[in-house]
């Protein structure tokens, strides 16, 4: 009796050790059954493609450009994905690019990404929330546009942070946090203020071309590489 509960112990903890785990295909099922997807502390095993959904169309006008639209919500907090996520990506040694767009709100909390994270190119019509996340490798939100209310706040960039051509038109936060390579919001647009208090930008920062409405706040900022600036002057003016 004593050796059957043993392994039956055995079999309670590898079950519950599997229940830790998803498969990013099993995601993907969910979006396009039109369920919202809510994962907490769960591993997501493969990369999550949000570009490869049922609804994936031909851009009109376009014969190489293709999008997909994710139309339920998306939440993770303390989640960790093992491999790329994508939300953008063209093909090698090919014309054919493939994109998402986000109708409904998107958050990630207290999550891991450990290998490249890229939503260029993505339009999100609601919230988005990215806070107290870690991206290992580069985060590409290069051209994305974002409808409503973002926040970065307390995110660590390990790598590359691209924001070049993207466009905020609601407030977005990104206080405390934390770029440890090189960060471009070159020709980025914030439409609506922008709070960068606390943040610690440790290496090369590009603020070139910026345009900006509303207030843009500084305060406690660290700047350890070269600021640049040409063309907006995001600094002088900010409070």
Do not use: P, W
Not at 101 to 130: A, H, L, M, P, R
Request: charged share 30%.
């Amino acid at each position: 009796m004593k050796t059957l509960l043993i392994i039956l112990g055995i079999v309670f903890s590898l079950n519950l050790s599997a229940e830790k785990n998803i498969d990013a295909e099993e995601i993907i099922n969910m979006i396009d059954r039109g369920q919202a997807v809510n994962l907490e502390g769960m591993k997501i095993e493969g990369i999550l493609d949000l570009t490869d959904l049922k609804n994936r169309q031909r851009e009109r006008g376009n014969k190489d450009s293709y999008f997909s639209t994710v139309d339920v919500e998306l939440t993770f907090v303390d989640c960790t994905f093992s491999d790329e996520v994508l939300a953008f990506y063209c093909e090698d040694f090919s014309d054919e690019c493939y994109r998402a767009d986000f109708k409904e709100s998107v958050t990630f909390i207290g999550c891991n990404f450990q290998d490249e994270t890229s939503f260029k190119y993505s339009e999100f019509s609601e919230e988005v929330v990215f806070n107290n996340n870690t991206f290992t490798h580069e985060a590409n939100f290069k051209y994305s546009k974002f409808r409503s209310e973002t926040s970065f706040l307390g995110c660590h960039f390990e790598d590359e942070a691209n924001f070049k051509y993207t466009e905020f038109s609601g407030f977005v936060n990104f206080h405390e946090g934390q770029f440890m390579d090189e960060a471009s919001f070159k020709y980025t647009k914030f439409h609506n203020g922008a709070m960068f208090s606390n943040v610690h930008f440790h290496e090369e920062v590009d603020f070139k071309y910026t345009k900006y409405s509303g207030d843009v706040g500084f305060e406690g900022a660290q700047f350890d590489g070269e600021v640049d600036q040409k063309y907006s002057h995001i600094l002088q003016n900010s409070k």
